[in-house]
C-alpha cells in the first residue's frame, strides 16, 4: 500500500517570460486534508493543473500512487476527482443531465449514484432548473458533486467554497470531513478563506512566487498560531528589556508595527502592567491575542519579502 | 474511447443550440435551392450549389460543440478523469465529422428524393452515387478545418475568425480565374465543381485529395493538442 498519494519532485513550470512554480517538492500523505495556501498568481492552480494532466511541468516529475510516466499517471488520475478554478459545467443542462455526462463518460454503471451524490451536496431538488439559473453556491455544489461522482481516493479541490453562504461553508467543510473519515480521502483544497482552511485542513502546505514556503501540520500550526500578550507602549525598545529583566523571558517578539508580543506569563496580566509602570514606561494597549492562520501566511510571505 | 463518444452525442442531443442550427440550416438550405434550380442543370448540382454555406454552418456547428465546451472548460473533467488526450482528441472528431457529415449530405438527399414527387425529376442513380463518392471525403476533409479550429483554438473567437477567414478565401478563390485549379486541389471546391458540372477527373482523384487534407489536419492538430495547456 503506497504511503503517498502524491509526490512531486523538483516541478518547474516555465511560461514565456514566468516561472510558475519553481522546483517544487511535495509528498502528500494518504488519508490526509491539505489546505492549500498562496496568493493569487503563487502558483496553486498550475500545481493543480500538472496533478490532473491539463499541463505539462517543464521540469521534473510527478508521481501518482507511487506511479511515474505518462501512460501510468494518466491510469492513476482516474482515481482523482478535481474541481479546478471555477466548475465546469453544462449551462443548459439541468444537475441530473450533467452529471450523466459525467456518469457515462466516465463509465459508472449505477444510475443511482447521481441522485446520492446530489444528496450529498446538498442539491436534491433541483428538478427542470437549468444550471445557468443556478446561484453561484448551487454551481459550487454540483462542481463538487461532479468531482465526487466517482468516489476519488484524491479529491482536490481549488476554492471550493467560493460563494457559498456561512451555512454552506460549514456543510461543505462537515462533507470533506466526513468524506476524510469514512473513505480515508485524501483531500487537497485551496482556498482564500484561511480561518475555514484551518478549520478543515489538517496539513498546510505554503506556496509563494512558485515555491513552497512551508509545510506544516495543524498542531505545528496552532503551536505557532498560539496566544500571545501584544503590548503597545511609547518605547518599545524599553519595553522588551523590562519584560527580559522583569519576567527573566526572551520569549517575545518586537513587532514591525512597534508592538511587543510575548508569548509566555499569558494569565500574569497584571504583573505586566506593574513591571512596565514602574519602569516609567507608558502603555498604551495591553491585552491577549491569536494569530490567526492569515496572520501567520502573511507573517511568512512578509518576512520572506523583507530577506 | 466509446464511453466519451456515447457522453459527446448524450451533450449534443441535449444542446438546443445543435437542434437550432440543425433547423436553420435545413431551411436556409432548402431555400437556397429554389435559387439555384433555375442555374443548374439536374436537382443535385442545384443543392450542392450553396456548399460555402454548409461550410460556415459547419463552423456555426464548431462553436457549440468545441468552443462552448474548452470555454465553459468542460474538457477538464475528462482530462483530469484519467482520460486520454488521444482519446478525448478522437473522440471529439469522431463524433463532429459525423454531425457534420449528417447535417451536409442528409439535406442533400432530401432534395433529392424530394424533387421526385414535388419536381416531376427522375433519380439518375450512377450520376448520383459518383457524386457522392466524390462528397462525402470533401464533407469530411471540410468538418476537419473546423476540428482543426477547434482542437487548436480552442475558443469561440478562434473558430469564427478561422471560419470566417476562409470562408472569405474561398469565396474569393471560387470566383477567380483559377477556380477550375482551386475546384481540382481544395475539398470545397470538388462540390463547386460537382455544380458546375466541370468535375472532369475520376471520383478516385477526388476523393484521395480529400482524404489527403483530412489526414494532414488531422495529424496537425493532434499534434498541437496532445501537448497543449488545456
Avoid at chain 1, 502524491?6 to 511535495?26: N, P, R
Avoid at chain 1, 494532466?53 to 507511487?66: P, T
Wanted: proline letters at 3%; charged letters at 20%.
Amino acid at each position: 500500500m503506497e504511503k503517498y498519494v502524491l509526490e512531486t519532485k523538483g516541478i518547474t513550470k516555465a511560461y514565456k517570460s514566468t516561472l510558475a512554480l519553481d522546483k517544487v517538492d511535495l509528498k502528500l500523505e494518504k488519508g490526509k486534508i491539505y489546505g492549500f495556501i498562496g496568493q493569487n498568481g503563487a502558483g496553486k492552480t498550475t500545481l493543480i493543473r500538472l496533478i490532473t494532466g491539463l499541463s505539462f511541468a517543464s521540469e521534473g516529475e510527478i508521481v501518482l500512487w507511487g506511479k511515474t510516466g505518462e501512460r501510468e499517471l494518466q491510469e492513476q488520475r482516474k482515481r482523482i476527482g478535481a474541481l479546478i478554478e471555477s466548475p465546469a459545467l453544462y449551462p443548459n443542462m439541468t444537475a441530473v443531465q450533467n452529471l450523466e455526462v459525467q456518469r457515462i463518460q466516465r463509465g459508472i454503471p449505477d444510475k443511482a449514484v447521481i441522485e446520492k451524490t446530489l444528496q450529498l451536496v446538498g442539491l436534491p431538488d433541483t428538478g427542470k432548473k437549468k444550471v445557468r439559473n443556478f446561484s453561484l453556491g448551487m454551481r459550487q455544489r454540483l462542481g463538487i458533486a461532479v468531482a465526487l461522482l466517482n468516489t476519488p481516493e484524491f479529491l482536490i479541490l481549488d476554492e471550493p467554497i467560493n460563494g457559498l453562504d456561512p451555512a454552506g461553508i460549514v456543510e461543505v467543510r462537515n462533507l470533506l470531513k466526513n468524506l476524510n473519515k469514512e473513505y480515508g480521502m485524501t483531500i487537497l483544497i485551496s482556498s482564500h478563506i484561511l480561518d475555514e482552511l484551518h478549520n478543515t485542513a489538517t496539513d498546510f502546505i505554503l506556496i509563494d512566487k512558485g515555491r513552497i514556503i512551508e509545510e506544516l501540520s495543524n498542531e505545528e500550526l496552532n503551536e505557532k498560531c498560539r496566544q500571545y500578550i501584544e503590548i503597545r507602549s511609547n518605547d518599545p525598545e524599553k519595553t522588551v528589556l523590562v519584560l527580559g529583566e522583569a519576567l527573566q523571558t526572551e520569549n517575545y517578539k518586537l513587532m514591525p508595527d512597534g508592538s511587543v508580543q510575548l508569548y509566555d506569563h499569558i494569565d500574569e496580566m497584571e504583573r505586566i502592567a506593574a513591571a512596565l509602570s514602574e519602569a516609567k514606561i507608558l502603555v498604551t494597549g495591553l491585552k491577549v491575542s491569536e494569530s490567526s492562520l492569515e496572520n501567520y501566511f502573511l507573517d511568512k510571505i512578509g518576512g520572506k519579502k523583507d530577506e | 474511447m466509446s464511453k466519451l463518444i456515447k457522453a459527446e452525442f448524450y451533450k449534443i442531443f441535449h444542446s438546443r443550440y445543435y437542434w437550432g442550427i440543425c433547423l436553420i440550416y435545413l431551411l436556409m438550405y432548402t431555400s437556397n435551392l429554389f435559387d439555384s434550380i433555375p442555374r443548374t442543370d439536374n436537382i443535385l448540382q442545384a443543392s450542392v450549389r450553396n456548399v460555402l454555406f454548409s461550410y460556415f454552418i459547419i463552423f456555426g456547428l464548431a462553436v457549440v460543440f468545441f468552443g462552448n465546451e474548452f470555454e465553459q472548460r468542460n474538457h477538464m473533467t475528462a482530462i483530469a478523469a484519467g482520460k486520454k488526450r488521444s482519446d478525448y482528441f478522437l473522440a471529439k472528431t469522431i463524433v463532429f465529422l459525423i454531425l457534420s457529415l449528417v447535417m451536409t449530405v442528409v439535406p442533400i438527399w432530401i432534395h433529392i428524393l424530394g424533387s421526385i414527387p414535388f419536381l416531376g425529376v427522375t433519380m439518375e442513380t450512377d450520376y448520383i452515387m459518383n457524386c457522392m463518392k466524390i462528397l462525402v471525403p470533401a464533407f469530411i476533409a471540410m468538418g476537419e478545418v473546423a476540428v482543426f479550429s477547434g482542437l487548436v483554438f480552442r475558443s469561440v473567437a478562434g473558430i469564427l475568425i478561422t471560419g470566417a477567414v476562409t470562408n472569405i478565401a474561398l469565396i474569393a478563390a471560387f470566383n477567380s480565374k483559377y477556380m477550375s485549379l482551386f475546384g481540382k486541389v481544395i475539398p470545397v471546391g470538388h462540390s463547386v465543381l460537382i455544380a458546375a458540372g466541370t468535375n472532369d477527373r475520376p471520383a478516385l482523384y477526388y476523393a484521395g485529395i480529400s482524404m489527403i487534407w483530412t489526414v494532414v489536419m488531422l495529424v496537425v492538430s493532434y499534434l498541437v493538442f496532445r501537448r497543449a495547456d488545456l
